[in-house]
């Protein structure tokens, strides 16, 4: 019997575990008891085995950064090759990622999640600063926080940035150090570049190995997550996840497959079956930087892309590009403005629109990290923060669903990079046929 391709193994368990974690759930709600197994309460067995995934992909991050980047960067080679590969590197992050925010802008204004019968949704979602309160706060700006994200760019102490997981401040280490390592004699640089992409090698296989258990993994983490929320879904709140959930599909399944087919001249939706290992990974822990070895694994292997490309983007994109981060920094503080009956002006969305550019590159790829970015947005057009903790109702599920689209803004601009750098990669239009002789 053919063995069952590991997407769909994962697919199965996210399954699974969601009418698992549901009975759980409706069981505690009906009796009021945890349910256990053994005496073991079933939401710590799902804990339990998710947390051992999680962790297991956790611990390869900062080697498989530091190596991928630095073996990435040294390949690439002299200055102008590695200005001309970032400089489209940064380009499609930046356009990528401001797309996916006007896709949310224009949704929550055009549906208005915040309002109940063209009535601010306030009191329904117990929100009760009073607006006068925030109209003096709108003097006070967010963005002195927002130069102390990238401050953490330069680390005083990169062994501390390591133990931290500052992803930021690793990779600015690593591209420096990539970069000299080009500037040495051979017999000082090959030794070095041998080494670290061994290392790299290294990384990859643990990953391989690491994601056979995937399925078990995804099971507990999904299975957890559901048994402790159930699937309620009420009011304004739920009108909400449903516009995010719409918008983040139109950047994933339009904005970005477009982009594919048209810059890129690839097949969108091979891409995207070529990358549904890693998507489903992301929705699974929430985290992008704990799914970077498998989006690396994929963009290589599946999609086709070079090391020498996919080492120096992807690592990158894991803490630099989040499309589905951005949206949801976005379309949640229009929500909650709309929700207190707060006007924004067209400064005010601009203001927004340009924060959530901004803090979506330096949020951590860790799981609900935008909250603090969410923060500071609400802060800089002077809304208050209590409205944050109606955001963790569904922060999880929406959680989930941005880091998918987080990882495939990634894996896709990998693909295009790739295609403009000249690169064949196994899912493009019409490949040239193989010359002969
Ligand atoms: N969990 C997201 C990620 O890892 C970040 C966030 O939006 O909270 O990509």
Known sequence: MPKLELHWQILIAIIIAAIVGGIVFNNFEATGVEPTLFGVRYLAIFDYIGTIFLNALKMIIVPLITSSIIVGVAGIGSGGNLGALGGKTLLFYASTTLAAILVGLVLVNAIGPG?????????????????????????????????????????????????????????????????????????????????????????????????????????????????????????????FAVVVLLALALHAFVTLPLLLRFVGRVRPFGTIKA????????????????????????????????????????????TVNMNGTALYECAAAIFIAQAYGFELTFAMQFSIVSIALLTSIGVAGVPSASLVA????????????????????????????????????????????ARLSGEETKVAINPQPERRG
């Open 275 to 318: 990358c549904a290992q890693p998507m489903l990974t992301a929705f699974s822990t929430a985290s992008s930087s704990a799914t970077l070895p498998v989006t690396m694994d994929a963009v290589e292997d599946n999609v086709g892309v070079s090391n020498k490309v996919s080492s120096f983007v992807l690592p990158l994109g894991a």
């Open 374 to 417: 969410i923060a500071i947005i609400l802060s800089a057009v002077g809304l208050p923060l209590e409205a944050l903790g109606v955001l963790l109702v569904f922060d999880r599920l929406l959680d989930m669903a941005r880091t998918s689209v987080n990882v495939w803004g990634d894996c896709s601009c990998a693909t295009i990079v």
């Open 115 to 239: 309002y109940v019968d063209g009535e601010p949704a306030k009191d329904l979602l117990a929100l009760d600063a009073s607006t006068a309160e925030f109209e003096e706060r709108v003097a006070g700006t967010g963005l002195g926080d927002v130069a102390k994200i990238f401050q953490r760019m330069v680390p005083p102490n990169i062994f501390a940035a390591a133990v931290e997981g500052q992803m930021l401040g690793i990779i600015f280490f690593a591209i420096l150090f990539g970069y000299f390592m080009t500037h040495l004699e051979d017999e000082y640089a090959s030794p070095l570049y041998r080494f670290w992409d061994s290392v790299f090698h290294v990384m990859m296989r643990m990953t391989e190995w690491i994601m056979k258990f995937a399925p078990i993994g995804v099971f507990g983490l999904v299975a957890a997550v559901i048994a402790k929320a159930g699937y309620k879904a009420t009011g304004p709140l739920a009108t």
